[in-house]
Nanobody
Framework: VQLQASGGGLVQAGGSLRLSCATS?????VGWFRQAPGKEREGVSCINRSDDSTYYTDSVKGRFTVSRDSAKNIVYLQMNDLKPEDAAVYYC???????????????????WGQGTLVTVSS
């Protein structure tokens, strides 16, 4: 399994970004995590291949949307109304067996992509 995250950048507070995670190999759950300087890696969102069910951490509900393009093997994270506290390095992760439905843990995912930096100016 290989994952390639992209789409990060600098945006003003209230703006939007769309992150992409290109995937290869068999996977079921694809999750998005973020890590700000000095903080632990935090699970943000996840989508399941079998039924397209999704999960969001409370702080991003209503602002972020995870989706996937099965033909292109890409998972997207649309981030709207970005806040300074959303600034972090964002990582996508995947696992062939996981069904994500609640709190995401780093240890639940077997494959990781490189991070993409999101900077939000106030």
């Amino acid at each position: 399994v290989q994952l390639q995250a992209s789409g990060g950048g600098l945006v003003q507070a209230g703006g939007s970004l769309r992150l992409s995670c290109a995937t290869s190999g068999f996977i079921h759950a694809v999750g998005w995590f973020r890590q700000a300087p000095g903080k632990e890696r935090e699970g943000v969102s996840c989508i399941n291949r079998s039924d397209d069910s999704t999960y969001y951490t409370d702080s991003v509900k209503g602002r972020f949307t995870v989706s996937r393009d099965s033909a292109k093997n890409i998972v997207y994270l649309q981030m709207n109304d970005l806040k300074p506290e959303d600034a972090a390095v964002y990582y996508c992760a995947a696992d062939p067996d996981l069904y994500c439905s609640d709190h995401l843990s780093v240890g639940d995912f077997s494959s990781w992509g490189q991070g993409t930096l999101v900077t939000v100016s106030s």
